[in-house]
């Protein structure tokens, strides 16, 4: 038994994170690393684990972060956003030669990191990057598909919905504003398609899916690394698609609005407060304290009274030769964002601790290195012991509902009722 830093400890996906490792016997010390040494206590003393240890930690300082890693056995990263804190703290754990995962979504992030190979060989270090929700869960029901439901692999199209968390933090915002910023990869056909969600060539791929347990919801394209990181993997596939969204939906759109205004903005305007001094602020900051203010306004008009979501991935190909469809889809009601992300990097920091995420250094996406039994089933063990989920949640089993809709040849489907927990 080791330890676990978890950076990022006391937020909201980090706080999920050290609740899910405390399911687990592995760790003899899971730390709590934030900079909020009041946020940390908080977690601590709110989850009682004798385990939990607090720190205090700047994750801008890399040669600080690196030496304040040393020693650990594995750091979950859960500092947002990516974009910017990614690469320089997976640089800080090659640095301090420890082992590494994180939740990042960002797609520039994970170019950077994939770009650390060489120096994350030479330092003996494995990381395990973009492992929750998407990437993460996504990239695992692609591979179970790939592995043990197909002879060769077409498409995969990601599809993922979530909403009605009572807050959302900033970096979690910006996140979703640098998604609409930038641009998004899409893999059809054999060959890269760049398109903007905001533009004409990403109105061309919004679509209206019926999300598990949410209904009817339209999604965009979204800037996620497994457009990227899949093909790679599957050399058959010919396709690689992801579409989010938020609800409400009238929230998502007031996000889309100002970004399309200009409000995306991260350079700093002169703006004059009440007393007439000028003062610096950057529009995106802006938007990020707006929508923050708005939210509970949206929430109760859209009459949201709970968190939720679903992430739903179709996989094609054949079977001896024949077409075969499968569609996963997890719904997570009753249960935020938060928990969509934070156990299954929990889940990938265990399976790290426990030696079995391959003995080949380097920095990995899920589907490189992560074994789809070994994470599915501990997946069902953190679930069954914090409780999550409710019994008749959506298919009459507690935890969380997993269905598997299967398409065969000749058109008949069957639906494959399953739950993690």
């Known amino acids: 038994m080791g330890s676990i830093v978890v950076l990022g400890g006391a937020g909201g996906v980090g706080r999920v994170a050290v609740e899910a490792l405390t399911a687990l016997p592995d760790s003899s010390s899971i730390v709590v690393a934030d900079a909020r040494p009041e946020a940390v206590r908080s977690v601590i003393d709110e989850l009682g684990d004798p385990r939990l240890a607090a720190a205090t930690v700047d994750v801008t300082n890399q040669a600080a972060l690196a030496s304040f890693l040393g020693g650990a056995d594995v750091v979950l990263n859960c500092v947002g956003p990516f974009y910017r804190f990614g690469p320089p703290t997976l640089a800080a754990a090659i640095e301090a030669e420890v082992n590494y995962v994180d939740i990042c979504d960002d797609l520039d992030a994970t170019r950077a990191m994939m770009a650390l190979d060489e120096d994350a060989r030479s330092a003996g270090v494995t990381a395990l990057i973009g492992m929750g929700n998407s990437p993460g869960l996504a990239n695992i029901f692609v591979k179970m598909c790939a592995e043990q439901l197909l002879d060769e692999l077409h498409t995969a199209e990601i599809c993922h919905v979530h909403g009605g968390e009572t807050s959302e933090g900033a970096a979690v915002l910006k996140h979703r504003i640098h998604a609409m910023v930038d641009p998004v990869p899409l893999f059809i056909d054999g060959e890269f398609v760049e398109v903007h969600q905001l533009d004409d060539d990403g109105a061309r791929h919004v679509r209206e899916i019926d999300f598990a347990g949410v209904g009817p919801t339209v999604v965009h394209p979204y800037p996620h690394p497994e457009t990227i990181t899949l093909p790679a993997a599957f050399p058959t596939l010919t396709r690689a698609t992801n579409l989010g969204s938020v609800y409400p939906l009238a929230y998502f759109a007031m996000t889309q609005a100002l970004v399309r205004s200009g409000m995306a903005d991260d350079r700093p305007i002169s703006l004059p407060d009440t007393a007439g001094t000028q003062v610096q602020v950057a529009p ?60 299954p990097a929990a889940l990938g920091a265990a399976l790290m601790q426990r030696g079995i995420l391959g003995e080949t250094p380097g920095v990995y996406p899920p589907e490189a290195i992560v074994p789809v039994d070994d994470i599915l089933n501990l997946a069902s063990t953190v679930v069954s012991t914090l409780g999550i989920g409710r019994a008749g949640a959506g298919h009459g089993a507690a935890g969380i509902p997993l269905t598997i809709e299967h398409t065969s040849p000749d058109g008949t489907t069957e639906i494959i009722p399953m739950a993690l927990g």
Request: net charge negative; glycine share 16%.
């Open 284 to 343: 995106i900051d802006a938007t990020v304290a707006l929508l923050q203010r708005e939210r509970p306004r949206l929430l109760a008009e859209a009459g949201v009274t709970e968190p939720g979501g679903c992430l739903r991935v179709q996989v094609t190909g054949v079977v001896d030769g024949e077409p075969h469809t499968y569609v996963c889809s997890l719904n997570s009601q009753g249960a935020g964002a938060g928990e969509g992300t934070g156990i």
